[in-house]
């Protein structure tokens, strides 16, 4: 069996999917994105895929090994998401050829379902919460929130209440039963996060995600180890070198690799199996389409450390399409009592509607992330 062909699709809302052909006729489908830079990454899958035509897909391990090695500069967002879009379509492939689910080919399942949790948003706390409410109304048994809007580094008090309020309101919504996450998403700096981490333990979280940007881990390491609420981190590192040192802090509880920006299923796996030698648990990243949503369920369902799964079903990047728009069967995510089924078919276990996909494709998008300023005119993180 080789490679014949590998195409890239820009699709709405703000997805990359990728289609790789063999000369028997087998295709597999990869979602490779940096969101807000996906012109950026089908370049980069372009430029791969001199070596890719030709191989036997089937390989998977040694085409992983040759398109990360083969470079002199390597790692990093753009190419671990190239290279993470053409891993996922290689499992799909050898799935398909050998007419059994991933997880079969990773060791088997761990698990037939997983817990997932649907974003509510975070800006208003009256609209937060009545989201969180209609989540719970929709069967979700966790939910995830944003924490704060832009931060300096030492910020007024107000910002810390209204964040407070903020989580109180929904906490007081769907009361004790019901997971809520918040993420901080990377906007605070440590003089804040020390406050906001404090401040929050009466609401018994579920986990405050990035804190801190990933590299300023390192300044908060006594706040985190010693934080009552577990942390999560790790949707902006993208291999197992960029986990290694956060994984062995213990600051961190939750890693949240994506399989699209980390590497694929390849690497995925590796970072989450390396995350279980030092008991921290396993959420993976996935705010983009169904089939980063079936790689990681694969993922999950041969993870015995994964305990949560993101989801996009319904978030609001999801304007013009949605989750589920471009399968062939929506079903096969059978979302039920807040949890959704692990995909059995073959392969990633989803058809890709082949033909709305070129016809979306027609339409693409260029979707970039907001620049947000502080009141002084200095930038803000988003």
């Known amino acids: 069996m080789k490679i014949t062909s590998v195409t890239t699709y820009t699709v709405p809302p703000r997805w990359l999917f990728l289609r790789v052909e063999t000369d028997d006729g087998l295709v597999g489908w990869g979602e490779p994105v940096v969101e807000g830079r996906a012109a950026t990454v089908a370049a980069a899958v372009d430029e791969l895929a001199d070596y890719l035509v030709g191989q036997d897909p ?31 379509a290689l499992w799909d492939i050898k799935g398909k050829h050998l007419g059994v689910p991933v997880h079969d080919l990773l060791g088997g399942a761990v698990r ?42 030492i910020d007024s008090w107000d910002k810390v209440d209204r964040c407070v309020q903020s989580v109180a309101t929904v906490r007081d919504a769907v009361g004790p039963k019901i997971g809520v996450g918040v993420d901080f998403h990377g906007r605070v700096h440590k003089p804040m996060a020390k406050v906001l981490i404090k ?21 908060v390491l006594d706040v985190l180890r010693a ?17 290694k040192h ?15 920006h980390a590497g694929g299923i390849t690497e995925t796996r590796k970072i989450a199996t390396m995350a279980e030698a030092y008991d921290v648990a396993v959420a993976l990243h996935c705010p ?40 062939a069967d929506p079903s096969v995510f059978a979302y039920d009592e807040g949890m959704v089924a692990i995909p059995r078919g073959p392969g ?19 979707w970039r992330n907001p620049i947000w300023r502080h009141a002084d005119g200095s930038f803000a993180e988003w």
């Not at 089937?58 to 053409?86: C, K, Q």
């Not at 817990?115 to 009256?126: L, T």
């Open 348 to 366: 990633l276990g989803i058809e890709v509607n082949e033909d709305y996909v070129r016809d979306r494709a027609k339409e693409g998008h260029r």
């Open 227 to 243: 934080a009552s609420t577990p942390i999560a981190l790790g949707e902006r590192l993208y291999s197992r070198w960029d986990f």
């Open 288 to 327: 983009l389409g169904p089939i980063a949503l079936a790689t990681c369920l694969q993922i999950d369902a041969a993870t015995y450390n994964a305990f949560i799964q993101e989801q996009s079903l319904g978030i609001h990047y999801n304007t013009s399409n949605d989750l589920l728009d471009y399968l």
């Open 246 to 260: 956060v994984v062995a802090s213990g600051a961190v509880d939750i890693i949240q690799p994506d399989p699209s």
């Open 58 to 88: 089937r390989n998977v391990e040694d085409i992983w090994t040759v398109l990360y090695r083969g470079g002199f500069y390597r790692g990093g967002p753009i190419h671990m998401s190239a290279l993470a879009g053409i891993d996922q």
């Open 199 to 219: 401040e929050l333990e009466p609401y018994k979280l579920m986990f405050i995600e990035e804190p801190v940007l990933s590299e300023h881990v390192d300044a």
């Open 112 to 153: 037939d379902r997983i817990k997932v949790y649907s974003w509510i948003g975070g800006d208003r706390p009256a609209e937060t919460a009545a989201a969180a409410r209609g989540a719970v109304d929709r069967g979700f048994t966790a939910v995830k929130m944003n924490g704060t809007a832009e931060m300096q580094f």
